[in-house]
């Protein structure tokens, strides 16, 4: 289970053409590399449109391009079980088969940071980590192993996804441990919640172990005092009579 914070949007690019070839990735997706657009200002719909228009052009592509708006995809990754290859990252430097044992371009999915110019850099870098941590749950990666800075596959040649980290003042390593972070906060398998459901108004909010709120959960299909066999064999759902506090404020569950 992961909590879909946001919406991706497919918009795939014709088949059979430079950008998109319509090969599938196979076996299995094994690694996650981070980009970004390298244009200040560029949203990700432009770079689809973009994309789209030079379509047989260049063999150049990536699976999605995140701004503060959008998660666009346009090479089929996240939003099918078969995903296809992007070509982003070049075949003949060797750090990818060295880290990973494969071509990136094969069995790597291809993310892009768009920033700069009228782009919230802030609102878009949480949808990037957030998209790069959905991407290590969907395809059963290791956060902390499994996603890798373009300019350390290609060095010298590339520099990506610095820039765009700069524009929210991380680092490479900040970065790496947002994913990892995010990934933890949205699975509720590796982060165990104990859900409660405010009777009044039948939402549903996650505590962490210490009892402080994190996340409001859309789950209509849970039961009040559902098993979830998560939290120390307690029940996971509890029903409470007021949503009257705030986040990161602790409840105290007092036992009848
Ligand atoms: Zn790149």
């Not at 990666?141 to 990506?160: A, I, N």
């Amino acid at each position: 289970m992961f909590e879909k914070k946001y919406n991706i949007t497919s918009l795939y690019l014709t088949d059979k053409t430079k950008r998109r070839s319509g090969l599938k990735i196979n076996p299995q997706v094994k690694f996650v590399v981070a980009h970004d657009t390298g244009n200040p200002g560029s949203t990700a719909r432009a770079n689809v449109n973009y994309y789209e228009n030079t379509n047989n052009s260049i063999y150049a592509s990536a699976h999605l391009f995140v701004d503060d708006v959008e998660i666009l995809e346009c090479i089929p990754a996240l939003t099918t079980d078969k995903p296809e290859k992007a070509w982003h990252v070049r075949y003949n430097v060797e750090a990818d088969n060295k880290m990973y044992g494969d071509e990136a371009n094969d069995t790597a999915i291809g993310i892009e940071f768009c920033y700069g110019g009228g782009i919230n850099n802030l609102e878009a870098y949480k949808r990037y980590v957030w998209t790069i941590a959905y991407t290590c749950h969907k395809f059963g990666l290791d956060p902390k192993t499994s996603v890798v800075g373009h300019y350390l596959l290609d060095p010298g040649r590339r520099y990506d996804p610095l820039p765009g980290l700069r524009s929210v003042d991380k680092t490479y390593r900040e970065f790496l441990s947002d994913v990892v972070k995010e990934y933890n906060i949205c699975s509720t398998i590796s982060y165990p919640f104990r859900l409660i459901k405010i009777k009044s108004s039948g939402k549903i909010y996650a505590l962490d172990r210490d009892k402080i709120k994190h996340h409001i959960f859309n789950l209509s299909s849970f039961e009040v005092g559902r098993q979830m066999g998560l939290w120390g064999g307690q029940d996971m759902l509890d029903l409470i009579e007021s949503d009257n506090f705030k986040e990161g404020e602790s409840i105290i569950f007092v036992q009848p």
